[in-house]
């Protein structure tokens, strides 16, 4: 079956610590991609990344990074230096080889000041 | 840009009574799509639209209808609301349903609240 785990259902760090969303996926297929959305207190999810299931570089935007793992089938998300308005729940999704989307339920991150 | 607008933002409804979600992008995007969002449960496709002129089911239609009234906009119509139809409702569009290169774009979402 395809599926989304996302462990974690809620962070809570102080700023400017490091933190990691973990995701761990499900799938028959070799062709996939795996996406994580960012959900902000005002509601609109806003696309982050997205990777294929070929491409297993590790991608660093800024703060950022993402460490996708074929053979723990995991795509985990880290913010370094972490930041109020990093304050969001954050969404991991894997789109099968139908282009169906399967969402994991969502980690809810909280940065204090 | 606007991106996607839905209204309305907030809804309270009476078991029974029907309302219309209605949805617009202005992104000249293909596909549209209606989720519903709820605690613990990530999100839940209830349709989407491939294409104007194409409707087809997700993974929670019961209870629910669409209309794809143009490229632009999508509406989602709850004929008679029951209380587990409470939940938060978001439209989104991408440039092509069978793509991996078209990243969703979402609205701020509806909060719907059947009594």
């Known amino acids: 079956a395809q599926k989304v785990t996302q462990a974690q259902t809620e962070i809570s760090v102080v700023e400017k610590e490091d933190v990691t969303l973990d995701c761990v996926y499900e799938?028959?297929?070799?062709?996939?991609?795996l996406f994580w959305y960012k959900q902000p207190p005002s509601g609109e999810l806003v696309f982050l990344i997205r990777?294929?299931?070929?491409d297993e570089q590790n991608e660093i935007s800024g703060r950022y990074s993402w460490n996708f793992q074929k053979s723990t089938s995991s795509f985990n998300f880290t913010i370094t230096a972490s930041q109020v308005v990093d304050s969001a729940v954050y969404f991991c999704a894997l789109m099968d080889s139908n282009y169906q989307l399967i969402w994991g339920a969502g980690t809810k991150l909280i940065i204090k000041p | 840009n606007a991106g996607v607008t839905q209204t309305p933002k907030f809804q309270v409804l009476k078991t029974g009574q029907s309302m219309t979600l209605q949805c617009a992008q202005d992104?000249?995007?293909?596909?549209m799509y209606w989720y519903r969002q709820d605690p613990g449960m990530g999100l839940r496709l209830i349709y989407y639209?491939?294409?104007?002129?194409?409707?087809d089911k997700g993974e929670v239609p019961n209870g629910y209808n669409v209309s794809r009234l143009n490229k632009r906009e999508f509406s989602l119509r709850l004929e008679s609301a029951a209380p587990s139809q409470t939940s938060v409702y978001f439209c989104?569009?991408?440039?092509?349903?069978?793509?991996?290169?078209?990243?969703?774009?979402f609205g701020n979402g509806t909060r719907l609240t059947v009594t």
């Open positions: 990777r294929n299931s070929f």
């Open positions: 992104m000249n995007h293909n596909s």
């Open positions: 639209s491939a294409s104007e002129g194409t409707t």
């Open positions: 989104a569009s991408s440039d092509r349903h069978d793509s991996y290169n078209s990243p969703l774009h």
């Open positions: 799938t028959r297929d070799t062709t996939y991609y």
